[in-house]
């Protein structure tokens, strides 16, 4: 369980957008990589709603700060993954993405 990331919340994503330092390409979004460990197999597992945090010019449903439920299904075992400071975010597309979570 040594490669357990630290989630981020709401409010820290909030606080970094402006600020954050990669912009995407064209269609690509850069989220969260937010998870829970399984009580089954004790691994992590990345949760299906995520946060955004910066957005390409031709993404035209998802804006950062916003929630995001995943289609888990669509999403590599190896997908891109890009650092930050203290946190780990995914490269993803909207076509990855199933809803905006307003909950």
Request: hydrophobic residues 40%.
């Amino acid at each position: 369980m040594d490669n357990i990331l630290e989630n981020v919340t709401k409010e820290e994503v909030l606080a970094m957008i402006d600020n954050f330092p990669i912009k995407p390409m064209s269609t690509k979004i850069i989220a969260t990589i937010n998870s829970e460990v399984s009580l089954k197999s004790q691994e992590n597992e990345m949760e299906d709603v995520q946060y955004v945090v910066a957005v390409g010019d031709e993404v035209k449903e998802v804006s950062p700060g916003d929630s995001v439920i995943l289609d888990i299904t669509r999403i590599p075992n190896a997908c891109q993954i890009v650092k930050v400071g203290d946190f780990t975010f995914q490269f993803l597309t909207e076509f990855q993405i199933n809803a905006i979570d307003n909950r």
